[in-house]
């Protein structure tokens, strides 16, 4: 079936403009996460939906950063006002919700360049 | 924090050779698991071992989890070129609260052929 998708796969984009990242994750997935991951570094959590339930913003990094997920299924990443450092793959994934966390599956990444 | 730390940084191998990766953290977790992440085909689960178990296989993939030690290894055996990646443990703590997997910083493995 599907995997996760996302797009754009690239953005380039002017420090200061708004950008929007979109995730479609894979059909009956619950949970849904954000990461970001800068060149030749781990992942960064961002944002985690569950389900119904109030999303997990702890990772955050300012109130520059929103998430929204329309219908339990597709989620937008908005970064306002973009900054230089900004700049990092964005990567969604999905996984079935299952209790005490289970297998991430990750889509391509959306590779997001401020100039 | 509950991230796991990845050891090596970086593994350079021959093909045909076993290749050993370590993973450590620091708080009590549910379960742990192993991604590969390469230019190809971007970040793959390979295997979740839970808090009672003590080793899983998949295929050429060994992964042991020493709960008392706090500590995990990946074993691939038989390397190829296409095993060519980087390598990430991620840590669900059992802390409660949202279960959301934490990821090291990685090994690098090169698998020259």
């Known amino acids: 079936g599907a995997g996760v998708s996302q797009s754009p796969s690239n953005k380039v984009t002017e420090k200061g403009k708004d950008v929007e990242l979109r995730c479609d994750p894979i059909?009956?997935?619950?949970?849904l996460y954000w990461y970001r991951q800068s060149l030749g570094q781990g992942l960064e959590f961002l944002i985690y939906?569950?389900?119904?339930?109030?999303?997990?913003k702890s990772g955050l990094p300012s109130d520059r950063f929103s998430a929204e997920r329309t219908g339990g299924s597709v989620s937008t990443l908005t970064i306002q006002r973009t900054q230089q450092e900004d700049s990092a793959v964005y990567l969604c994934?999905?996984?079935?919700?299952?209790?005490?966390?289970?297998?991430?599956?990750f889509g391509p990444g959306t590779r997001l360049t401020v100039t | 924090s509950q991230q796991g730390e990845e050891d090596p940084q970086a593994l350079s191998i021959q093909e045909g050779e076993n290749a050993t990766m370590n993973c450590s953290y620091k708080?009590?977790?549910?379960?742990l698991q192993w991604y590969r992440q390469n230019s190809g085909r971007g970040l793959v689960h390979l295997i979740l071992?839970?808090?009672?178990?003590r080793e899983k296989h998949s295929g050429r993939l060994r992964v042991t989890l020493d709960t008392s030690k706090k500590s995990s290894s990946l074993l691939i055996t038989a390397s190829r070129a296409a095993d060519t990646a980087s390598y990430f443990c991620?840590?669900?703590?059992?802390?409660?609260?949202?279960?959301?997997?934490?990821f090291g910083r990685g090994t690098s493995l090169i698998v020259h052929p």
């Open positions: 994934a999905s996984s079935s919700g299952g209790a005490g966390g289970d297998e991430q599956y």
């Open positions: 059909s009956g997935h619950t949970a």
């Open positions: 939906f569950q389900g119904n339930s109030a999303p997990d």
């Open positions: 708080t009590s977790i549910n379960n």
């Open positions: 071992i839970r808090s009672n178990e």
């Open positions: 991620a840590t669900v703590g059992s802390a409660g609260g949202s279960y959301i997997p934490t």
